[in-house]
């Protein structure tokens, strides 16, 4: 039986029928790895397998036993899942099905993403493909954070599926209306104003969404691993990263990790998030800073910023943050001024550790393609 490393994991390659005609030998094979078995994970790759009696199911169940780890059967095709599902194996192990295949060709583009490509499926579905250097496991859990925050009343597009495509990987999504909403501004100036007040009024009820602590992360843990990331002994701001991430009170409420005019979609007049992969809980500041930079702070230091982000110039960016802080504070007026000072000194974090690790990430994925 075929048998290699594969997603950090040795994964045994299953085929054909397995039954009493052959079963011995399916765990003969397996005995002969048994030595491994304590010290990594297991996985069982079922592409090519049509059928398996229960004799093999009582095979896959000792050697669950005997790893003391989880096992994960990968591929599944839908009749081989029946099997699992109807004799109870599924909640026993990780069984995932196969995943669709489709192609691209002819599909159209209609927006990017930090970490991909979005591109029109047909009426009624579009698909994020990410790039090479996605790790399939990061994709799994940005659709994951995605079901969850829709659970949780977050305004989302609805996830469907991982595929697999000529590209790499993707998730299918519904259909927007429309692209992100940086590109309906840019083609409808006049409109500021109305979109500015549309995505503050989301954004305030999305921070009042309490999320279970079981299903997304503190957004401060991670963006403590992001410093560590891009951390350079000679560079003396990490310390200071650390500390201001620390000082920010915690919450338990829903932040999306990186806001900004690209990574929301409009449909049928509505704001819908996309790119979730950031989805944790978190104080709103970690929000807000986010937008803060990507609209105001870092054009002061890299100018032409917006308009080759979102093809938006620097006024209009301005003049929409601030229709959209004016709403955003509008039950809160008191506090607009420690705000803004508090925006100031926290947009730090979008401008230097994610803009670090965006540059940091791209520079990985050119040296990959050489």
Not at 38 to 47: Q, T
Request: proline fraction near 2%; charge should be negative; charged fraction near 30%.
């Amino acid at each position: 039986m075929k048998s290699d490393f594969k997603d950090g994991a040795l994964t045994f390659y299953l085929e054909g029928r397995i039954d009493s005609s052959n079963v011995a030998r399916l765990e003969a094979e397996l005995r002969d790895e048994k030595s491994v078995f304590d010290n990594v994970n297991i996985a069982f790759d079922a592409s090519k397998l049509q059928y398996i009696s229960s004799a093999g199911l009582r095979v896959l169940l000792k050697i669950k036993k005997e790893t003391k780890r989880p096992v994960r059967i990968l591929n599944v095709s839908d009749e081989v899942f029946d099997i699992f599902d109807v004799t109870g194996f599924t909640e026993i192990f990780e069984v995932e099905r196969k995943m669709r295949c489709i192609t691209l060709n002819g599909c159209k583009r209609i927006s990017s993403a930090l970490n991909g490509e979005i591109f029109q499926l047909s009426d009624d579905e579009m698909i994020k493909v990410y790039g090479k250097d996605v790790p399939l496991e990061d994709i799994r859990k940005e659709r994951a954070y995605a079901q969850a925050a829709m659970v949780c009343g977050v305004p989302t597009l609805i996830p469907y599926d991982v595929v697999q495509c000529e590209e790499g990987y993707g998730i299918v999504f519904e259909k927007a209306e429309t692209t992100s909403l940086s590109y309906v501004i840019s083609h409808n100036l006049d409109r500021i104003p109305i979109y500015a007040n549309m995505l503050a009024r989301m954004i305030r009820e999305l921070h009042r969404t309490e999320v279970p602590k079981d299903k997304f992360p503190d957004i401060k843990d991670r963006y403590h691993k992001w410093v560590e990331e891009i951390d350079d002994p000679s560079d003396s701001k990490t310390a200071v990263f650390s500390n201001l991430i620390s000082s920010i009170p915690d919450s338990s409420t829903y932040v999306h990790g990186d806001i900004n005019l690209n990574s929301v979609m409009v449909q049928n007049g509505e704001l819908l998030l996309l790119d979730m992969a950031g989805s944790a809980r978190g104080n709103s500041l970690f929000d807000l800073q986010a937008l803060f930079a990507s609209l105001v702070a870092i054009e002061k230091n890299d100018e032409g910023y917006c308009l080759r982000t979102y093809g938006i110039s620097s006024a209009n960016c301005r003049k929409f943050w601030d229709e959209f802080f004016t709403v955003y504070m509008s039950d809160r007026q008191q506090e607009i001024e420690s705000m803004n000072s508090l925006l100031m000194k926290y947009s730090v974090l979008k401008e230097s550790v994610l803009m670090k690790l965006e540059n940091k990430n791209r520079l990985n994925k050119i040296i990959g393609e050489l």
